[in-house]
């Protein structure tokens, strides 16, 4: 399959033929359909939140799933899927609770394994971390999801707690700030 890799930190990355990734007993292979570039990509590039190189960066994807795993029970071939930054274990009690974010066993497709620079990407954990799309929702507004707005959506509500009709201001508009 075709990748974008790079080789050391802040070197050009490439577009390069390399093996398509094994599809975890548990996960799912994900045709990427369209991803999205990310500041974390930017540290991990930089190599302040270290890789291991060569690296396939890449966390932000929406796309089709053209293989699932023995042991998957809720996804199937053909599915139009996102999924989270941060993928859980799908095991732990984090997990079980809706925090695959804490999750202690997490992994983080574009960091701890390849990204989704790539033409394949295999996501851990399908049942727990695969999330299926509505028809009307497009692959780019679908990659979006995962990351950035998960990230200000959390912000907002869980943090900040702001209410319908409240005003608020944001500092620093990144991609957080600005969905698309
Ligand atoms: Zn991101
Ligand atoms: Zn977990």
């Not at 851990?124 to 995962?146: E, I, K, Q, Y």
Request: with cysteine.
């Amino acid at each position: 399959m075709q990748a974008v890799q790079y080789d050391a930190y802040g070197a050009t990355p490439d577009l390069v033929d390399i093996p398509a990734p094994d599809c975890p007993a548990d996960g799912v292979l994900v045709e990427v359909r369209a991803t999205g570039v990310c500041r974390s990509d930017w540290h991990a590039w930089q190599g302040h939140d270290p890789v291991s190189l060569p690296h396939v960066p890449g966390h932000e994807f929406a796309g089709v799933i053209t293989i699932v795993g023995p042991r998957v029970t809720t996804r199937r071939v053909g599915e139009r899927v996102t999924v989270p930054f941060v993928c859980g274990c799908g095991r732990c009690a984090y997990c079980a609770a809706g925090d695959a974010q804490v999750c202690p066993d997490q992994s983080q497709p574009g960091f701890t394994q390849p990204g989704s620079f790539a033409d394949l990407v295999a996501v851990p954990a399908a049942d727990l971390n695969v999330v299926p799309l509505p028809d009307d929702l497009d692959f780019v507004t679908a990659a979006s999801l995962g990351c950035r707005f998960a990230t200000s959506y959390r912000a907002l509500t869980a943090h900040g707690r702001v209410r319908p009709g409240e005003w608020v201001a944001v500092h620093g508009c990144g991609g957080v700030a600005c969905r698309r």
